[in-house]
């Protein structure tokens, strides 16, 4: 499942097997709220497979496989800055506040990847 999103496809084996082990995998059903604009950010998602939701005011966004959410809130330690709500059935990849902390500090590549969205994101 790691393998198939996109952010992670340049990594080796090791690297794949080792965020494998760190991301808890979640079947979260449609019209489900994952978490609240306002509420303490403790983890950020991927998306293996289903539809999200990102109520992002003044408009919403759908994400879908492959993409993340999330970040922003870790990044910037900072309470959650959208809601999201699943659209379809969604099997999401859980990453903890901790555990995103040590990822992006033993790589830099990702640490880039995921604040280069996130830069985007806060910009419009």
Do not use: W
């Amino acid at each position: 499942m790691v393998a198939r999103v996109p952010i992670f496809k340049r990594l080796d084996a090791f690297s794949i097997s080792r965020i494998a082990n760190l991301l808890r995998a979640r079947a979260v059903p449609a019209n489900a709220v994952i978490f609240r604009r306002g509420e303490p950010a403790d983890a950020m998602y991927f998306i293996s497979s289903g539809v999200v939701e990102v109520d992002v005011a003044p408009e919403s966004l759908r994400l879908r496989d492959g993409n993340f959410f999330g970040e922003i809130g870790l990044l910037r330690d900072e309470p959650r800055s959208a809601s999201v709500r699943t659209v379809t059935q969604c099997r999401l990849l859980a990453l903890d506040k901790n555990d995103f902390r040590d990822l992006l500090e033993s790589d830099s590549d990702l640490r880039e990847a995921i604040t280069e969205v996130a830069e985007q994101r806060m910009s419009h």
